[in-house]
Nanobody
Framework: QVQLVESGGGLVQPGGSLRLSCAASGSIFGIGRMGWFRQAPGKEREFAASITSRGSTNYADSVKDRFTISRDNGKNTVYLQMNSLKPEDTAVYFC????????WGEGTLVTVSS
C-alpha cells in the first residue's frame, strides 16, 4: 500500500504561481512513475504531468512551458511548480503513484481567480 498526501493548493490571481507537493509513504520502494491529474468543475479528470523515477518528464499540452514537475526520491515527494496560472487551471489536482497498482491522493484545490 502507498499513501499519498497533497498540499499547496489555494487561491491565486491570474498570472500567479503555486507549488504543489505530494508526499508518499508506505510501500514506497517500488514506486515508479509519479505525477498529477486534475479535474475542473463539471469536467473529467485529465492528465497534467508525470515524472519517472529517473527524472524523465511528460506534460499535457495545456500546461507545457508553464508547469514544471520535479521529484525528490530521498523525500519520496513529487512537486508541481505552476507558473503563469490561468482561470482555466482551476481544478482539484490529484497526485498519483505507480507501484504494483496505481495509487491516488485525495486531491488539493487550486482556484485561479481575481
Amino acid at each position: 500500500q502507498v499513501q499519498l498526501v497533497e498540499s499547496g493548493g489555494g487561491l491565486v490571481q491570474p498570472g500567479g504561481s503555486l507549488r504543489l507537493s505530494c508526499a508518499a509513504s508506505g510501500s514506497i520502494f517500488g514506486i515508479g512513475r509519479m505525477g498529477w491529474f486534475r479535474q475542473a468543475p463539471g469536467k473529467e479528470r485529465e492528465f497534467a504531468a508525470s515524472i519517472t523515477s529517473r527524472g524523465s518528464t511528460n506534460y499535457a499540452d495545456s500546461v507545457k512551458d508553464r508547469f514544471t514537475i520535479s521529484r525528490d526520491n530521498g523525500k519520496n515527494t513529487v512537486y508541481l511548480q505552476m507558473n503563469s496560472l490561468k482561470p482555466e487551471d482551476t481544478a482539484v489536482y490529484f497526485c498519483y503513484a505507480t507501484e504494483r497498482y496505481v495509487y491516488w491522493g485525495e486531491g488539493t484545490l487550486v482556484t485561479v481567480s481575481s
